[in-house]
Nanobody, 124 residues
Framework: QVQLVESGGGLVQAGGSLRLSCTAS????????MGWFRQTPGKEREFVAA????????YYADSVKGRFTISRDNAKKTVYLQMNSLKPEDTAVYYC?????????????????WGQGTQVTVSS
């Protein structure tokens, strides 16, 4: 069993930056593939970014490519999402997720564990 706790959300103006963190506890952090998703009211949870357990491979949704960076520190059992050049349409609850895998996982139904989410609000 893995427990995930996100932090770092908040209110920021358009063009600003935030860094989200997701810390795991319970079973060993690796080899878990990690991902970030986001959700707004009335919409499906959508993929944002994913990283392999070694961290050598990453993948991003087109909507965030070039602005967001996913990274991880396995010693700290933490995955990060650095979000730059934020836009109002990035406003959502952001969730981290984990799956026992050595590869990239980009589909939400393939993830086994989820955090409780952290709110990100970008004002125009």
């Amino acid at each position: 069993q893995v427990q995930l706790v996100e932090s770092g959300g908040g209110l920021v103006q358009a063009g600003g930056s935030l860094r989200l963190s997701c810390t795991a506890s319970g079973r060993t952090f690796s080899p878990y593939a990690m991902g970030w998703f986001r959700q707004t009211p009335g919409k499906e949870r959508e993929f944002v970014a994913a990283i392999t357990y070694i961290g050598g491979s990453t993948y991003y949704a087109d909507s965030v490519k070039g602005r967001f960076t996913i990274s991880r520190d396995n010693a700290k059992k933490t995955v990060y999402l650095q979000m730059n050049s934020l836009k109002p349409e990035d406003t959502a609850v952001y969730y981290c997720a984990a799956r026992l895998s050595i590869g990239l996982v980009t589909t939400k139904d393939h993830y086994n564990y989820w955090g409780q989410g952290t709110q990100v609000t970008v004002s125009s």
